[in-house]
T-cell receptor
Framework: NAGVTQTPKFQVLKTGQSMTLQCAQD?????MSWYRQDPGMGLRLIHY???????DQGEVPNGYNVSRSTTEDFPLRLLSAAPSQTSVYFC????????????FGPGTRLTVT | GQNIDQPTEMTATEGAIVQINCTYQ??????LFWYQQHAGEAPTFLSY????GLEEKGRFSSFLSRSKGYSYLLLKELQMKDSASYLC????????????FGKGTKLSVIP
């Protein structure tokens, strides 16, 4: 099992550019989520999905879109990047919501200039 | 929303015992998680408590008191590799299964 994979590992964007952060898992997990981690702020939930076709907003959803067309993939889209979106982004998955540990991907370090 | 408090930094000596505290404010409690995160890496799961009491897993133990909204992570026989951030996580809001994380406690183990 590859577990949770994320691409790219590093990315630099200019303000206003768009991009998609990829996340995939091969553990047949129903629950997937995206977090951002900033110094002094901890992990904050952006969006999550409890299954294919179902997504919902977390604590800090503004500026981000998600979709879940398959169980395996959960991409995060930045439509118009802003410097405030400079962060480390982690994707995570778990067998079901809440009571099961989340497995995190290696992260994507994004810089917006 | 949820407010999770944990100390920002702690330092302990190799071979010693350290306790990292976490307080949270949620009614309709759904469990509390502890994760470990080494610098530059992803968080990894350490423990999950849903009932009161102490759960032991090797050198690591986690305690929960639901009535006090309090948990701690106990690390025994500290090793240099235990230097990491330790993240406490609880439900985002009452009845929710989505997690909110504390800001993490950075533990430095010194010789």
């Amino acid at each position: 099992n590859a577990g949770v994979t994320q691409t790219p590992k590093f990315q630099v964007l200019k303000t206003g550019q768009s991009m998609t952060l990829q996340c995939a898992q091969d553990m047949n997990h129903e629950y997937m989520s995206w977090y951002r981690q900033d110094p002094g702020m901890g992990l904050r939930l952006i969006h999550y999905s409890v299954g294919a076709g179902i997504t919902d907003q977390g604590e800090v959803p503004n500026g981000y879109n998600v979709s879940r067309s398959t169980t395996e993939d959960f991409p995060l889209r930045l439509l118009s990047a802003a410097p405030s979106q400079t962060s480390v982004y982690f994707c995570a998955s778990s067998y079901s919501t809440g009571k099961h540990e989340q497995y995190f991907g290696p992260g994507t370090r994004l810089t917006v200039t | 929303g949820q407010n999770i408090d944990q100390p920002t930094e702690m330092t302990a000596t190799e071979g010693a015992i350290v306790q990292i505290n976490c307080t949270y404010q949620t009614s309709g409690f759904n469990g509390l998680f502890w994760y470990q995160q080494h610098a530059g890496e992803a968080p990894t799961f350490l423990s999950y408590n849903v009932l009161d009491g102490l759960e032991e897993k090797g050198r690591f133990s986690s305690f929960l008191s639901r009535s006090k909204g309090y948990s701690y992570l106990l690390l025994k026989e500290l090793q240099m590799k235990d230097s990491a951030s330790y993240l406490c996580a609880a439900p985002l809001r009452a009845g929710s299964y989505q997690l909110t994380f504390g800001k993490g406690t950075k533990l430095s183990v010194i010789p």
